[in-house]
């Protein structure tokens, strides 16, 4: 167990000479505590993958220094580092049993075979592969074989971290859930620190008690679930969290208020006058509403989602979505909606606008 | 174009595929098959398209027998899960292949390529190859190939599933807008009750080669014909729990009880099933008080999705708000009985809800 | 997926049937109408029935050469399986130099066989050739027109150098096909080199392996060409095998009533092999 920390870390791969680097991961500094759970949230091609191959060793970044209790482990190779890292591909030993499987990164270090027993049948318990034992491991579903690929990383004692590379991939839709809370129960159970990369919401929400959330190569946001949610810093978590995601609308400034559609929105917001850029007003669906004295809109659709109905209207050109609850009725008539000023930030040019209390 | 199927059947050697059943499936709208993975989406889809041939029934368009007409010579267009392109074809000659093979003039072919790269947002890319574009790229070059081919019958199977959550919900946003003008018969195959919801239209429930019921979406959702139906069309999985009927009243357990609708106090006592949406159990409110067992805890968004044990039965509930919970506490949860679907000694829906 | 059965098919084949029979099945039943009879010439026939197939089986000649045969293609396989999979593994997977090495490794594959048999008759030569006259000047005592265990080197050799390579690109395909996540497991599984080798790149290769084997034997069993132009079958007849030992018996005793009978038996014997390995690959397939 420890403390993974990053310093200046950034990552570009290989090009041309002559041509300018491409980075795949800009500036990170991060510190990864001991024993948490963390969640690497980002669409594809966000650097977070990239991210992790550095952290286990795969991967050396092409400059910044990474420290494991403030021991610099940069160049130090994979098999050093005590890492364990779950694919997104089942990899088993197809030739091996499920106990073989088990055992073999034991076995490899040299531990002696009634620790290795003991160790397996502890760990196989834990993943509920106890009546599997002796079955040959190419024989199992998907699930199974990634129940395999996470004991071979539990079974070590010496792990410091064990890292996740999107690994629901191959499940079963209605079987995710099952692997989910059985990560999130092993990591309450050992508490070792777990970095696990999605572009899942759910699962990253699920999971981790931080998350960080990725954009083109950079971290935009680390926070956990309540104030991701709450209190996007970028609008791309905004966006990116909540299905759907937070509307994001351009405003005005005007004596301090944002104003949106010639409508001044009271948002205890007291801002700088001379502030200046791209401004923009972000509100979540669930906290627009229909009233009777609100912004004009039309209603372009509804859908009806069992325990509620997403509404999306527009106002001029700008689309707004909108949560309604399941048995609430629409208006038909000239709809007018709302925003909960308790829920508005303010984003100028992509980043929050801080207000005093945020 | 007006698909039917009359009592059509699949059997490979010993295993029977696909049950007989009769679809009609019609324009303008998204006809949606939800299913679990084996449930029969792919096999039905390819019966319909006519790369399988039905080992009984027959199958109509527009009032035409088809049942032995060969793939090649239906206006059939498919998308797959897996997104796939010619690889040595550069995304314009993709786009453009049905229509070299349908031996149209150039001008045309241009003409109908860009249209349909425009409204696909592939304009920029058209002299990529495939392995150069991102997965949705890929995929929105798949669904031109398919829409430009202005075939009468299009069939997505799970188009969405290998891309990224956000992408997916853009994609499906703008699906049935890429469709609504053509007048194609669009079928679309899923395994997440959420995309049939917000795809609309109508759905075939499907489980293990059955078609369990066909509706429209939100009927099929709100009035499941089958404890089956409920099963397959939901998402955390809906809660179900055997109950006793004595008079007007239904015991959970003995502690638990509640006065049933009376429709239901008319019928024979006995057992009975209850189904129960996961966003009707809630830790606050009123309505029926149950004692539930935290398994697990899960936070989406802004809702909580909690797995508790109730008298024995493993249930779910989703509510709005973030609530944390420890393994293994015991806390109560409350449901509006009026919520509950009722089902009889043979799965089927008691209509209490009109 | 069932396809649509079209009985048009049947005429598209029917060529390919008709050519089969001229140039196969015709001239197999010859054959056996020769093993069963003696002949003279003019078309004179004598049955003999099974005679020839006794004689043929109890002969010291046919006993010797069968050895002989055998032993080759055990030592070919033994030394080529081996060396193909591990120059398969030291091949670069990625790079400017996979080309460079796959072309290397087709070369030996394209000459034509009477020519390796020359190149390396000349290359073995005990006084004008590059390797025989190393050999001799290192201190050994090489030639193989001469001595026995020289002409079965230099043969056993020949036959590494030109069909190696087979293995080889085999292999390498296989060994192309497993994607990097599982050697990166085994890294952070702590796998030594031996370990991944044995329990992720043979596993994956075995399939790929078995055809290796199975199309090594079947040349190698009916081996003609090569050991024919470098050592003629001799000294003596130390390097003669099956395939020629059975043309000297056809053409040049003219004996063909044991000639077919002979080239019956080794037909059956090949037929046999291949069917045993057939069976042993479907049997693991299953599993």
């Given at each position: 167990?420890?403390?993974?920390?990053?310093?200046?870390?950034?990552?570009?791969?290989?090009?041309a000479?002559?041509?300018?680097?491409?980075?795949?991961?800009k500036?990170i500094s991060?510190?990864?505590?001991?024993g948490?759970?963390?969640?690497l949230?980002?669409?594809s091609g966000?650097?977070?993958?990239t991210?992790?191959?550095?952290i286990?060793?795969?991967?050396?970044?092409?400059?910044?220094?990474?420290?494991?209790?403030d021991r610099?482990?940069?160049?130090?190779?994979?098999?050093?580092?005590?890492?364990?890292?779950?694919?997104?591909?089942?990899?088993?030993?197809?030739t091996?049993?499920?106990?073989?499987n088990?055992?073999?990164?034991?076995r490899?270090?040299?531990?002696?075979?009634?620790?290795?027993?003991?160790?397996?049948?502890?760990?196989a318990?834990?993943?509920?592969?106890?009546?599997?034992?002796?079955?040959?491991?190419?024989?199992?579903?998907?699930?199974?074989?990634q129940k395999?690929?996470?004991?071979?990383?539990?079974?070590?004692?010496?792990v410091?971290?064990?890292?996740f590379?999107?690994?629901?991939t191959?499940?079963?839709?209605?079987?995710?859930?099952?692997l989910?809370?059985?990560?999130?129960?092993?990591?309450?159970?050992?508490?070792?620190?777990?970095?696990?990369?999605t572009?899942?919401?759910?699962?990253?929400?699920?999971f981790?008690?931080?998350?960080v959330?990725?954009?083109?190569?950079?971290?935009?946001?680390?926070?956990?679930?309540?104030d991701?949610?709450?209190?996007?810093?970028?609008?791309?978590?905004?966006?990116?969290?909540?299905?759907?995601?937070?509307?994001?609308?351009?405003?005005?400034?005007?004596?301090?208020?944002?104003v949106f559609?010639?409508?001044l929105l009271?948002?205890?917001?007291?801002v700088d006058?001379?502030?200046?850029?791209?401004?923009e007003?972000?509100?979540?669906?669930e906290?627009?509403?229909f009233?009777?004295?609100?912004?004009?809109v039309?209603?372009?659709?509804?859908e009806?989602?069992?325990?509620?109905?997403?509404?999306?209207?527009?106002?001029?050109a700008?689309?707004?979505?909108?949560?309604?609850?399941?048995d609430?009725?629409?208006p038909?008539?000239?709809?007018?909606?709302?925003?909960?000023?308790?829920?508005?930030?303010?984003?100028?040019?992509?980043?929050?606008?801080?207000?005093?209390?945020? | 174009?007006?698909?039917?199927?009359?009592n059509?059947?699949?059997?490979?050697?010993?295993?029977?595929h696909?049950?007989?059943?009769?679809?009609?499936?019609?324009?303008?709208?998204?006809?949606?098959?939800?299913?679990t993975?084996?449930?029969g989406?792919?096999?039905?889809?390819?019966?319909?398209a006519?790369?399988?041939?039905?080992?009984?029934?027959?199958?109509w368009?527009?009032?035409?027998?088809?049942?032995?007409?060969?793939?090649?010579?239906?206006?059939v267009a498919m998308?797959?899960?897996?997104?796939?392109?010619?690889?040595?074809f550069?995304v314009?000659?993709?786009?453009a292949s049905?229509?070299?093979?349908?031996?149209?003039?150039k001008?045309?072919i241009?003409?109908?390529v860009?249209e349909?790269?425009?409204?696909?947002?592939?304009?920029?890319?058209l002299?990529?190859?495939?392995?150069?574009?991102?997965?949705?790229?890929?995929?929105r070059?798949?669904?031109?190939?398919?829409?430009?081919?202005?075939a009468?019958?299009v069939?997505?199977?799970?188009?969405?599933?290998?891309?990224?959550?956000?992408?997916?919900?853009e994609?499906?946003?703008?699906l049935?807008?890429?469709?609504?003008?053509?007048?194609?018969?669009?079928?679309?195959?899923?395994?997440?009750?959420?995309e049939?919801?917000?795809?609309?239209?109508?759905?075939a429930?499907?489980?293990?080669?059955?078609?369990?019921?066909?509706?429209?979406?939100?009927?099929?959702?709100?009035?499941?014909?089958?404890?089956?139906?409920?099963?397959?069309?939901?998402d955390?999985?809906?809660n179900?729990?055997?109950?006793?009927?004595?008079?007007?009243t239904?015991y959970?357990?003995?502690?638990v009880?509640?006065?049933v609708p009376?429709?239901l106090?008319?019928?024979?006592?006995?057992?009975?099933?209850?189904?129960?949406?996961p966003?009707?159990?809630?830790?606050?409110?009123?309505?029926?008080?149950?004692?539930?067992?935290?398994?697990?805890?899960?936070?989406?968004?802004s809702e909580?999705?909690?797995?508790?044990i109730?008298?024995g039965?493993?249930?779910?509930?989703?509510?709005h708000?973030?609530?944390?919970?420890?393994?293994?506490q015991?806390?109560?949860?409350?449901?509006d009985?009026?919520?509950?679907?009722?089902?009889?000694?043979n799965?089927?829906?008691?209509?209490?809800?009109? | 997926?069932r396809?649509s059965?079209?009985?048009?098919?049947w005429?598209?084949?029917?060529?390919?049937?008709l050519?089969v029979?001229?140039?196969?099945?015709?001239?197999?039943?010859?054959?056996?109408?020769?093993?069963?009879?003696?002949?003279?010439?003019?078309?004179?026939?004598?049955?003999?029935?099974?005679?020839?197939?006794?004689?043929?089986?109890?002969s010291?000649?046919f006993?010797d050469?069968?050895?002989?045969?055998?032993?080759?293609?055990g030592m070919?396989?033994?030394?080529?399986?081996?060396?193909?999979?591990?120059?398969?593994?030291?091949?670069?997977?990625?790079?400017?130099?996979?080309?460079?090495?796959?072309?290397?490794m087709?070369l030996?594959?394209?000459?034509?066989?009477?020519?390796?048999?020359?190149?390396w008759?000349i290359?073995?030569?005990?006084?004008?050739?590059?390797?025989?006259?190393?050999?001799?000047?290192?201190?050994?005592?090489?030639?193989?027109?001469?001595?026995?265990?020289?002409?079965w080197?230099?043969?056993?050799?020949?036959?590494?150098w030109?069909?190696t390579?087979?293995i080889?690109?085999?292999?390498?395909a296989?060994l192309?096909?497993?994607?990097?996540?599982?050697?990166?497991?085994?890294?952070?599984?702590?796998?030594?080199?031996?370990?991944v080798?044995?329990?992720?790149q043979?596993?994956?290769?075995?399939?790929?392996?078995?055809?290796?084997?199975?199309?090594?034997?079947?040349?190698?069993?009916?081996?003609?060409?090569?050991?024919?132009?470098?050592?003629g079958g001799?000294?003596?007849n130390?390097?003669?095998?099956?395939?020629i030992?059975?043309?000297?018996?056809a053409?040049?005793?003219f004996?063909?009533?044991?000639?077919?009978?002979?080239?019956?038996?080794?037909f059956?014997?090949?037929?046999?092999?291949?069917?045993v390995f057939?069976t042993?690959?479907?049997?693991?397939?299953?599993?």
């Amino acid at each position: 167990m420890s403390r993974i920390e990053f310093k200046d870390v950034r990552h570009a791969y290989p090009s041309a000479a002559g041509q300018a680097p491409v980075y795949a991961l800009k500036e990170i500094s991060q510190v990864w505590e001991d024993g948490g759970a963390y969640a690497l949230l980002g669409p594809s091609g966000c650097g977070k993958t990239t991210l992790l191959n550095i952290i286990s060793g795969l991967l050396t970044p092409s400059e910044g220094s990474i420290l494991f209790d403030d021991r610099e482990v940069t160049q130090l190779p994979t098999t050093e580092r005590h890492i364990a890292q779950v694919f997104q591909f089942p990899v088993v030993y197809d030739t091996m049993s499920v106990f073989d499987n088990l055992a073999f990164p034991l076995r490899n270090r040299g531990m002696p075979e009634p620790r290795v027993r003991e160790r397996v049948t502890e760990i196989a318990a834990m993943l509920d592969l106890s009546d599997r034992l002796n079955q040959r491991a190419a024989g199992l579903t998907a699930d199974g074989k990634q129940k395999i690929s996470l004991g071979r990383g539990l079974v070590r004692e010496d792990v410091n971290a064990i890292l996740f590379d999107e690994p629901l991939t191959v499940i079963d839709p209605h079987l995710k859930w099952q692997l989910r809370s059985k990560l999130k129960e092993l990591h309450q159970q050992i508490g070792v620190t777990m970095i696990y990369v999605t572009h899942d919401q759910v699962e990253a929400l699920t999971f981790a008690d931080q998350v960080v959330v990725m954009h083109d190569g950079a971290v935009v946001q680390v926070g956990n679930p309540i104030d991701l949610f709450n209190k996007p810093r970028h609008t791309f978590v905004g966006y990116f969290i909540g299905s759907p995601g937070m509307n994001v609308l351009p405003c005005k400034l005007e004596n301090g208020q944002p104003v949106f559609a010639n409508n001044l929105l009271s948002s205890g917001y007291p801002v700088d006058t001379d502030i200046s850029g791209k401004l923009e007003i972000g509100i979540r669906p669930e906290f627009v509403s229909f009233c009777d004295d609100g912004i004009p809109v039309e209603i372009e659709k509804v859908e009806d989602l069992g325990r509620y109905q997403v509404v999306t209207v527009k106002h001029e050109a700008e689309q707004i979505k909108m949560l309604v609850g399941e048995d609430q009725s629409i208006p038909s008539i000239s709809p007018q909606i709302q925003f909960d000023p308790a829920s508005l930030r303010l984003y100028c040019d992509d980043w929050a606008v801080e207000t005093p209390d945020a | 174009m007006t698909i039917e199927l009359r009592n059509v059947s699949l059997r490979v050697g010993a295993e029977t595929h696909i049950y007989e059943t009769s679809l009609s499936l019609q324009p303008g709208q998204f006809n949606i098959l939800l299913g679990t993975t084996l449930s029969g989406k792919t096999s039905l889809m390819r019966l319909m398209a006519g790369l399988e041939k039905p080992s009984s029934g027959r199958l109509w368009a527009n009032g035409a027998e088809v049942t032995g007409v060969a793939v090649q010579k239906r206006s059939v267009a498919m998308v797959y899960q897996a997104f796939i392109n010619y690889p040595s074809f550069s995304v314009y000659d993709n786009i453009a292949s049905p229509l070299k093979v349908a031996g149209l003039p150039k001008k045309e072919i241009d003409a109908k390529v860009r249209e349909f790269a425009n409204l696909l947002k592939l304009t920029p890319m058209l002299e990529r190859l495939p392995n150069e574009l991102s997965g949705g790229q890929q995929q929105r070059t798949a669904l031109a190939r398919a829409l430009v081919k202005g075939a009468d019958l299009v069939l997505l199977d799970e188009p969405l599933a290998n891309l990224d959550y956000k992408l997916r919900e853009e994609l499906r946003d703008e699906l049935p807008k890429m469709f609504a003008d053509t007048g194609a018969t669009v079928v679309y195959a899923t395994s997440e009750p959420l995309e049939a919801l917000l795809l609309g239209g109508y759905t075939a429930t499907l489980n293990e080669g059955r078609v369990v019921q066909f509706g429209k979406t939100s009927t099929i959702y709100r009035h499941p014909e089958t404890l089956e139906g409920a099963r397959v069309f939901s998402d955390p999985p809906v809660n179900i729990a055997a109950i006793e009927k004595r008079g007007d009243t239904a015991y959970l357990s003995a502690s638990v009880s509640w006065n049933v609708p009376a429709k239901l106090a008319a019928m024979p006592d006995g057992k009975y099933k209850i189904g129960l949406r996961p966003h009707h159990l809630s830790p606050n409110g009123a309505g029926v008080e149950v004692d539930g067992e935290v398994q697990i805890a899960e936070i989406s968004g802004s809702e909580s999705i909690v797995r508790v044990i109730v008298e024995g039965n493993n249930w779910v509930s989703e509510t709005h708000g973030i609530h944390s919970y420890e393994f293994g506490q015991s806390t109560s949860f409350f449901f509006d009985s009026s919520r509950c679907l009722y089902f009889d000694a043979n799965e089927m829906l008691i209509e209490t809800q009109l | 997926m069932r396809k649509s059965t079209n009985q048009k098919a049947w005429w598209l084949v029917a060529p390919v049937l008709l050519l089969v029979a001229f140039n196969a099945f015709i001239p197999l039943m010859t054959v056996v109408n020769y093993s069963l009879q003696e002949t003279f010439g003019d078309n004179v026939f004598f049955w003999e029935g099974v005679s020839w197939f006794e004689k043929i089986l109890r002969s010291e000649r046919f006993h010797d050469s069968l050895l002989r045969q055998l032993l080759f293609t055990g030592m070919i396989i033994a030394i080529e399986v081996p060396l193909g999979i591990a120059v398969a593994l030291s091949m670069p997977r990625k790079g400017p130099w996979v080309s460079v090495c796959l072309v290397l490794m087709a070369l030996p594959l394209l000459i034509p066989w009477n020519v390796v048999g020359a190149m390396w008759n000349i290359f073995a030569l005990p006084d004008i050739g590059l390797l025989g006259y190393s050999l001799n000047s290192m201190g050994f005592d090489y030639d193989f027109t001469q001595q026995p265990v020289s002409a079965w080197m230099t043969t056993v050799l020949m036959d590494v150098w030109h069909w190696t390579s087979l293995i080889v690109l085999l292999c390498y395909a296989g060994l192309c096909s497993i994607p990097d996540a599982y050697y990166q497991a085994a890294r952070i599984d702590g796998a030594s080199g031996w370990a991944v080798f044995r329990y992720i790149q043979l596993p994956k290769m075995k399939r790929v392996l078995t055809i290796a084997i199975l199309l090594r034997f079947m040349d190698s069993f009916m081996i003609y060409t090569e050991p024919f132009v470098l050592t003629g079958g001799g000294p003596g007849n130390t390097t003669t095998f099956l395939s020629i030992d059975l043309v000297k018996i056809a053409l040049g005793q003219f004996d063909l009533g044991p000639a077919a009978a002979m080239s019956l038996i080794y037909f059956l014997v090949v037929l046999l092999i291949c069917w045993v390995f057939y069976t042993v690959m479907m049997r693991n397939e299953e599993q």
